[in-house]
């Protein structure tokens, strides 16, 4: 344990500036350990992770690993067990040299590194990570497609024959330790394989369960059929919904509780041919009170330097446009955290929260109860905010009440679904709302999708054939064609070539020319070539840039890009 000494808290607090009553309250609750009182600080959105840490460790003479921020080489994981490593609460992160970097809690405990030096056979180099970092990566990383099988194993399939488990003895079975641990373990899975939805489909013969990762659909598990039933059962009862109803579809909400943080999960269920199929996204990051930082999301200079003006402006509606799951949202949370201070008033509105930030007010839009987005927006105003993220515009009235809250001295950031971000000038519009107040309201659009990520291990450089880049590159005769890079596949990214994602973008200042083409009635087209004369870049442009760089392929750049090809 890390005493927290006076000198400590007066480091932290440098950094912090932790009120002086909150600030006794957590001296008191952390009980003389630095690191819950680290804890208490960072929870309540006073310091950032990696400051705490970095302070911490420097108490301890090591360096600060954040585990939101560093991989896992499953091998290495794999020489401890689940039961060593929450003995010691460390786990295996990569091999460097000869040395293994082995997250723990206490780096500073000789015993505990000796045993796990003779446990790995290897030279352990411990670092220091926060407990609740370590706890929620144990839980994580050590799930995996045999654990869940041998689970599988352990049900007495006879009881879940067809026609003979009853009503009764399904809600029994519900709360049965076996199939709650099954249900984690699947979430589990998804969380260490970093999906963003599982969807649970019965087929004829069996159960699937599929996770999208990086965008795709990838089939992780094959579950006798039986389990079909208890299985969707007990993700409808976790998340509100009515399990004697097989019928009609439902959506409810799911909370999945770890260490560091509790997850929400967004669950829809859906009779199909063969039973129930149930689809949950995985909402927001597992790692909570990670500042989002624009400056760490890949932004090209060129879009990030005027977004970021933009952002500066005190009024004005700035928009984020892309389709569903283009990351809209950790976006437009970069954005607030590169506004936010303590002496402006922020309100979000969202349908669902997807990051529980403690220094933004934050409210969860509930349709059923009235709490609708024009209506809490109408509220909003009344409490006297500085800016407001409205999660979606997805009415003519909210889109109305949003633009005149811009022109009213407030800076509005939400989202558009649109194809590019010169359409979302014309948008507005179609919705029915005035150009009077459409022209002056709007500052920006930020036009984005995410592409697939080359993995760093196996990615290679890659020379196209001349004419599948003709249509998209000139050059000069007998000048060299350009260099991209394809991902070969290998362990790291399990044989895919792509491991993550990365987005591409694009920027619109809406400039005085271009608010005199709003309210002149211009087409599309029009505003277009405005743009296009003032520098205005699209998404292939970034995405070959990007390309070129090797963070993605040109294949991803082309695909994510396709709607664009008349552009």
């Known amino acids: ?40 600080v960072i929870q309540d959105g006073y310091l950032d992770r990696d400051t705490a840490g970095d302070i911490l460790a420097s108490q301890l003479d090591r360096t600060y690993v954040n585990l939101s921020k560093t991989l896992f080489q499953d091998d290495l994981v794999a020489l401890l067990t689940g039961e060593i490593a929450q003995r010691y609460r460390a786990i295996p992160l990569y091999q460097l040299g000869d040395a293994v970097t082995v997250a723990m809690i206490e780096p500073n405990d000789q015993k505990a590194v000796a045993a796990l030096e003779n446990l790995l056979m290897k030279t352990i180099s411990p670092v220091f990570s926060l407990k609740d970092e370590v706890d929620s990566a144990i839980k994580v990383n050590y799930q995996s497609v045999q654990h869940v099988d041998d689970l599988v194993m352990s049900f007495d399939l006879s009881l879940f024959q067809s026609g003979e488990l009853s009503d009764v003895a399904l809600a029994k079975l519900l709360d049965s330790r076996p ?52 299985l969707t059962s007990r993700y409808k009862i976790s998340s509100g919904m009515d399990i004697t109803e097989r019928r009609k579809p439902q959506d409810g909400r799911l909370s999945f509780v770890l260490p560091l943080r509790t997850l929400d999960l967004r669950v829809s269920s859906l009779p199909v041919m063969h039973g129930e199929k149930v689809v949950m996204r995985i909402l927001g990051s597992l790692y909570t009170n990670t500042i989002l930082n624009l400056d760490k999301l ?45 002496d402006i008033n922020i309100v979000t509105i969202e349908d669902p929260v997807e990051y529980d930030v403690p220094t933004l007010n934050q409210v969860m839009v509930n349709d059923k109860v009235g709490r609708s987005f024009k209506e809490v927006l109408r509220s909003v105003l009344r409490q006297d905010p500085d800016a407001i993220l409205v999660g979606e515009i997805r009415d003519t009235e909210t889109a109305r009440i949003a633009a005149q809250a811009a022109l009213t001295g407030h800076l509005v950031l939400t989202t ?89 973008h694009e920027f619109l200042r809406v400039t005085p020319q271009i608010r005199e083409a709003i309210l002149r009635e211009s087409h599309y087209d029009e505003i277009m070539a405005i743009a296009l004369q003032q520098g205005f870049r699209n998404l292939r442009y970034d995405g070959f840039k990007k390309a070129l760089r090797g963070l993605t392929s040109l294949d991803e750049v082309l695909r994510a890009t396709a709607s664009l090809e008349d552009v």
């Open 416 to 504: 558009l679904h649109t194809n590019d971000a010169v359409q979302a000038t014309t948008r507005l519009l179609e919705m029915g709302v005035e150009r009077f107040i459409v022209a002056p309201s709007i500052i920006g659009v930020l036009g984005q999708r995410l592409v697939k990520r080359l993995c760093e291990y196996c990615k290679t450089e890659h020379r196209p054939d001349p004419e599948e880049l003709r249509p998209y590159f000139y050059w000069r005769e007998g000048a060299e064609l350009p260099v991209f890079y394809k991902g070969s596949g290998c362990e790291h990214c399990g044989g895919r070539g792509y491991a993550g994602r990365v987005g591409i």
């Open 298 to 342: 890949d932004f090209s200079p060129e879009v990030l330097r005027p977004f970021k003006t933009t952002l500066k402006y005190q009024q004005g509606i700035l928009f984020v446009t892309g389709p569903t799951g283009s990351g809209k949202s950790t976006t437009l949370y970069a954005a607030l955290n590169f506004i936010n201070t303590r």
């Open 179 to 230: 199939l709650v641990e099954l249900g984690d373990s699947i979430i589990l899975l998804a969380l260490k394989e970093r999906a963003s939805d599982i969807h649970i489909e019965p087929k004829r013969n069996e159960v699937v369960v599929r996770f999208r990762i990086d965008g795709d659909l990838v089939d992780r598990l094959f579950l006798p059929k039986e389990m079909g039933l208890p």
């Open 1 to 40: 344990m890390i005493e927290l000494t006076e000198a400590l808290i007066a480091n932290l607090q440098e950094k912090a500036h932790v009120p002086p009553v909150p600030l006794a309250a957590m001296v008191r609750a952390a009980r003389n350990d630095a690191v819950d009182f680290a804890q208490l």
